[in-house]
Each structure stands twice: as C-alpha cells, then as structure tokens.
C-alpha cells in the first residue's frame, strides 16, 4: 500500500502536452495549487482545487498512477479525517482538512509525474540554490523508485522467513516492521557512503560555477500557462480576502461529551 | 512436490512468465537458469507464495499457494535471497537465524538446540554472538542460508547462491548443497554460474523471455552450445574445449574435468603406443 504512495511520485517519460513543457510552469502551478489550498477551508473550494487538476492528469495520460498515489495516501487522510472528527471539529472542516491533504498529494504528484529528475535539478539551479543542495534534493528524487523496490525486497525475504506484517493490534504490528526498517535504514547509509565516494572520485564540486549542457527555454505556451496560473492565484487571493463564500452546514460534530 | 502448471504472471501489464510447466519431484536438485531478466527470481517467488498466478497454478505439496500463507509455506519451502543485506537486522547472528524459529512458534529450547546446530554445520559457531554487520560479505551470505535451513524445510531455494562468493566458499557450498539433496531434501538453484552447474550436476531448467527454453540433465544442456548461447550464457570451459576438439574425435558432451582428462590421457597414450 505505502509502495503505490511512491508510484504516484515517479517520473514517467510519457509523450504529453504536460511532459513536454518546461518544468517552472509546472512547479508554478503545483506550488499555486498548494498555496491555494493553505488559503481556504471552505470545502468546496477545495472540491474545486481537485477537480480541476483532473483535465491536467487526463492530458498527462496519467490517471492511473494518480489514483495510486490518492490510494496510497488514503490512510493518512483517514487519519487526517479521523484526528479533527475526534478532537471537536465538524464534520464538514473534518472532510476539508482532509480534501486538503488530498489536493497537496495530487498536486505534487503531478508535477513529480511529469518532470524528470534533470528538470527539477535545472530549475533548482535557475532558482539559485547551492548546487550541492540541488543535488542532494534531486537525488532523493531519484533514489525514491530504487528505495521503493528494495523496500519491496526485504519485505519479501523477512516474510519467507515467517514474518507476518498485518497480524496483531497496532503496537504489534508496529512491532513487527522493525525487520523491514532495519535493513532498509542500513542499506540506504551504505549506498550513500558509496555514492559520496563516486562522487569525489569524479571531482564533485571542483569547480565554482557549474555550468549545465541542457539551458531551459519557455515557448509561448508555457508563457501563457505560467500566466494564466498567476491570474487564477491573485483571483483566489482576491477571493479569499474580500468575498464571503458560501459554506456546507458547519454544524455536525461529534457531542461534546466524547471530547 | 513442487507443481507448476500453465503459469502466467505478468506485472504493470508486462507478462513476466508464460505458459510455465514444470514438476519437480521430492529429492530433486533442479538448476534454474538463463539470462538477465528471463524470470527466475519471478518464478521462485512463486513457490512459497510471495507471488501469486495471474493465470495458472502452483501447488506445494498438492496445495495450491493461492490457498495458503506465505508464513505457512515458507515451512515447507524455504527461500533464501541473493542479497544477504535484504534480511539481516538482529543484534547476534544467533538472534538473526533463531528469527524464523520464532516467528514459527517453536519452544525457546528447540530453538536454542536448532540453532546451534546450524551454526556448527555452516561454519558460523564462532560468530553467534557476533553482530550479522561485522561480518563479511561470505558471512553474511552464510547466516542468511542458516536463516532459512534452521526451521529444516522440505525444499530449499537458492537464489544465486555463488556471488560474492571466493573460490574456497564455493566449493564449500557446493559441498554443503549436494549433502543437503543427498539427506533428501529438494533443492532448486538459480544461478548463472555454468562451471558451479557442471560441479553440482543438477537437472537444468532453461528460461529465456519468461518461457522455458530446455529441460533436462545438466551435461544434455550445457553442452548444446546453440541452446546455452540463445539463453545468454556461455558454455562451460571444458564444454568449449572438448568441443572445438570436435574433428579429433572427442565428444562434446564431456563437461567433466575429469572425464576430459582421462579422453585427452587415453588419446595421448594410445598416439605413443602408435609411434613406438
């Protein structure tokens, strides 16, 4: 389940409108969508934030992995959901924090869909951040698939060996990924010793500035997306400043005595 | 019994495994090789569960494993991993192979009696209160076989069991492999390693693109040089040798050290008694 979360995360090298275009655009519209969704509480806003992502995902031709990183997610928004029900909030804000947490997912998810690594370490570059963070932050990227797949092993091993995940109440079962944790902590540290040691052998970091083969272009289509993304943000600030929105009944909420 | 029939598997829409058939019987020592890629780790996930048909059916034992725990079937077959680092988390290596005993259910002095003795037969007794991390990479590999031996399954599973391994462990492997089928337990290997093949004489299973490509003893395979290329690997050395002997009259399907020996000596001898 955790391992369809990361599926939904992986550059996939896709043919598409969405894949096509430059990475700033994209970042910009992942990144308004998330600022959005800090805005506002109201639900269907929200439902909006997510619904209109859906057009974008079609283009991308990537529906399915989407659905898998919202299922993967699914047990953190339960949580989410389950957290703000039981500490006083309403029914509707409960639902809206999660749809929230759904939005953040699916707008990530789309942008780490459609950009590949290098795109993400280009446009870190062109934000000026320090190139070995930039490199750090676009490796782990990079790593997620890796990791994933050996995560997939070691559970795979520790169960031939009659280990059983889902048995017990929660501290047991808990408990009992400690056979899996252990050696996927271990390997990640030796294969980031290992990749330090390449790293220097091939003079990382010798010299001051960096210069990079491939220069990022915008074509007037991303022009326009990167445009029309800002219009939408400042309408939504607007929105959210100056014009009372309607809301679903706030008032259902579990009675006081359970809080 | 290990039943294979008519499995599919096919992942993310990539059919992995095509129409396999096979049938491995009590007691067998059974080779599963081929290239990169052709499946083999696939299908031996298969045996004790982690992956289920998508079309088809394995059976253990004439269970079904559709109808079975993994946990429950990894007593009766045990799966022993390339990479030793994928398993190992316990403080001793006594801990880590008691690890499956106890998953098992089995009583604390059981345990401790299996245990020790796993140890002492895979060379490990010195080391049981060792941690698995200080060990070297031929260790590892050792406490990860005793993890899986410990619980004495009925079928064995290696999954390439000679990499990383110097020439003396390997002969001892091979030693402790051949004893293992001997004592009556079914062993299966997946490996590359042609030469380590022609050592154990094992039957040869032959994937290449998810199907099986041959099947059959390990001299009739590994010496039908157009077979063992289309499966991307060479043939062994003495195989190649006695092969390309070929107009001299020696028979390809030598692959034995000593047999080739004892042909070339014959040769030799009988070309001297001629010129004297």
Redesign the interface.
């Known amino acids: 389940m955790s391992l369809k979360l990361f599926e939904g995360f992986r550059f996939t090298g896709k043919r598409t409108p969405i894949h096509r275009m430059d990475p700033r655009p994209k970042l910009l519209i992942a990144s308004s969508i998330f600022l959005l969704s800090i805005l506002f509480t109201n639900i269907i806003v929200l439902l909006i934030l997510l619904i209109a992502q859906l057009p974008l995902i079609y283009l991308a031709k990537s529906l399915r992995r989407w659905s898998n990183s919202l299922r993967g997610g699914a047990v953190l928004a339960t949580l989410i959901f389950i957290m703000n029900f039981l500490t006083g909030s309403t029914l509707v804000f409960s639902l809206s924090m999660t749809l929230r947490f759904l939005v953040l997912i699916s707008a990530f998810s789309l942008f780490f869909l459609t950009t590949s690594p290098d795109d993400l370490g280009l446009v870190l570059e062109r934000l000026h951040l320090p190139y070995t963070l930039s490199f750090t932050f676009t490796t782990a990227v990079r790593l997620v698939p890796t990791v994933a797949l050996?995560a997939q092993?070691?559970v795979?091993?520790?169960?031939?060996?009659?280990?059983?995940l889902d048995r017990g109440n929660i501290i047991e079962r808990l408990r009992r990924h400690?056979?899996i944790l252990?050696?996927l902590i271990?390997?990640a540290i030796?294969r980031s010793t290992e990749l330090a040691e390449a790293l220097e052998s091939r003079a990382f970091g010798s010299c001051e500035n960096r210069e990079s083969l491939i220069t990022l272009s915008m074509k007037w289509t991303d022009y326009f997306v990167a445009i029309a993304t800002i219009i939408i943000l400042l309408v939504g600030i607007f929105v959210r400043l100056w014009i009372p929105l309607p809301s679903l009944d706030e008032s259902i909420r579990l009675p006081s005595i359970w809080v | 019994m290990i039943e294979v029939k008519g499995l599919y598997f096919s992942y993310d829409g990539n059919e992995v495994l095509h129409n396999i058939n096979i049938t491995i019987h009590d007691g067998e020592f059974i080779a599963i090789m081929g290239e990169n890629g052709a499946g083999k780790t696939t299908l031996i996930k298969h045996f004790n569960g982690l992956l289920k048909p998508s079309k088809g059916e394995v059976l253990i034992d004439g269970v079904s494993t559709r109808e079975a725990t993994v946990a429950s079937l990894s007593r009766k077959v045990g799966l022993v991993f390339q990479n030793p680092d994928h398993q190992l988390f316990s403080e001793t290596v006594f801990q880590e192979v008691a690890f499956s005993m106890r998953n098992y259910g089995y009583p604390e002095e059981t345990i401790r009696r299996r245990v020790n003795f796993i140890l002492e037969t895979l060379d490990l007794r010195s080391y049981a209160e060792t941690s698995p991390f200080m060990l070297s990479g031929g260790e590892r590999k050792r406490v990860a076989l005793a993890s899986i031996l410990v619980s004495d399954p009925k079928h064995i599973v290696l999954d390439e069991p000679t990499i990383g391994q110097d020439h003396q462990q390997k002969e001892k492997l091979k030693n402790f492999i051949v004893q293992m089928n001997t004592q009556g337990r079914t062993v299966i290997i997946v490996t590359h390693d042609v030469e380590f093949v022609v050592e154990c004489r094992p039957k040869v299973i032959l994937l290449s693109k998810g199907s099986i490509l041959a099947e059959g003893s390990y001299d009739e395979i590994l010496s039908d040089e157009d077979l063992v290329r289309r499966a991307s690997l060479v043939p062994p050395q003495i195989g190649l040798l006695m092969s390309s002997l070929r107009d001299l009259g020696f028979n390809p399907a030598t692959l034995d050290v000593y047999q080739a020996k004892s042909a070339i000596e014959k040769r030799l001898l009988s070309n001297v008694s001629k010129t004297l």
């Open positions: 050996e092993t070691i795979d091993a520790q169960r031939s060996r009659g280990l059983e400690i056979p252990i050696p271990v390997s030796r």
